[in-house]
C-alpha cells in the first residue's frame, strides 16, 4: 500500500462544479503539500500545509491531522483548471517529500 | 533571478550512454530536491543536496549521482543509461532543509531508446 493515496485518479467535471480531490496517508506528517502539474511537466505549488484550512482565489485545502486526510476543492471550475493534481506528504524529519499519483481533473467547456 | 531552471527541457539518449542535467536553483534556496517521474506515476525522491553535501538518498542505484555548486546550482549524472530510466526528471529548491518553500522547476524529459 502506497503511503499517500489520492482519489479519484481521474476525474472530469463540467465548467462551473464543484471539485472535491482526496488525499489519505499513512505516516507521520510536518507538512501536507497541494501541487498542480499541467502536460508540460512543471510542477506549480498550491498550497503547504500542516492543520486546518487555507484558501487562494477558489482553491480551498483542507487537512485533518487525526484522520490523516486532506482534500482540496476548487469552486466554480474552469477549462483552465485542467491539470493533474498531486498530493505530497514531508514527513518530519525526512529531506523527502512522498507523493501520490495524481488527480487527473478535466473540465470540460 | 527567480524560480527554478532546468536544462535541457527534453533530451534523447542511447542505452549505455551517460546524461547530465542540470538546475539553476531559486535565489536564496541553498537546499535542492531531485525526483524522477515515470509516465503516470508520481515523483519518486532521488536525493537531495544541502550546502554542496549530499542530505538524504532515495532507492536509486549508484550511477545517479549529484552535485551541487558553491552557488546553490545543481546538476544529476546518470551512467550507463537504460530504458527504464525514461522519465521527467523534476528538480525542486528550498530555502532550508525542511522543504518550507518548495519550489519546482518544469523538469527534463529524459528519453532512453
Known amino acids: 500500500k502506497n503511503e499517500v493515496e489520492q482519489s479519484p485518479q481521474n476525474l472530469t467535471a463540467q465548467e462551473g462544479e464543484f471539485i472535491t480531490i482526496n488525499c489519505s496517508y499513512s505516516?507521520?506528517?510536518?507538512?501536507l503539500h497541494w501541487l498542480q502539474q499541467h502536460p508540460g511537466g512543471g510542477i506549480v505549488s498550491l498550497f503547504m500545509l500542516s492543520s486546518g484550512k487555507k484558501k487562494h482565489g477558489r482553491l480551498i485545502a483542507t487537512i485533518n491531522i487525526q484522520e490523516k486526510h486532506s482534500s482540496l476543492h476548487i469552486t466554480a471550475s474552469h477549462p483552465r483548471d485542467s491539470a493533474v493534481y498531486i498530493c505530497?506528504?514531508?514527513?518530519?524529519?525526512?529531506?523527502?517529500?512522498?507523493f501520490g499519483k495524481g488527480t487527473k481533473l478535466t473540465v470540460n467547456p | 533571478e527567480t524560480g527554478v531552471t532546468q536544462s535541457p527541457t527534453h533530451l534523447i539518449k542511447t542505452r549505455g550512454q551517460q546524461v547530465t542535467l542540470r538546475c539553476s536553483s531559486q535565489?536564496?534556496?541553498?537546499?535542492v530536491s531531485w525526483y524522477q517521474q515515470a509516465l503516470g506515476q508520481g515523483p519518486q525522491f532521488i536525493f537531495q543536496?544541502?550546502?554542496?553535501?549530499?542530505?538524504g538518498r532515495g532507492n536509486f542505484p549508484p550511477r545517479f549521482s549529484g552535485l551541487q555548486f558553491p552557488n546553490y546550482s545543481s546538476e544529476l549524472n546518470v551512467n550507463a543509461l537504460e530504458l527504464d530510466d525514461s522519465a521527467l526528471y523534476l528538480c525542486?529548491?528550498?530555502?532550508?532543509?525542511?522543504?518550507?518553500?518548495?519550489?519546482f522547476g518544469s523538469g527534463t524529459r529524459l528519453t532512453v531508446v
Open positions: 543536496y544541502y550546502r554542496e553535501e549530499e542530505n
Open positions: 535565489s536564496g534556496h541553498n537546499t
Open positions: 525542486a529548491s528550498s530555502p532550508r532543509q525542511d522543504l518550507y518553500g518548495y519550489t
Open positions: 505530497a506528504v514531508g514527513k518530519g524529519g525526512s529531506e523527502k517529500l512522498v
Open positions: 505516516v507521520g506528517i510536518s507538512a
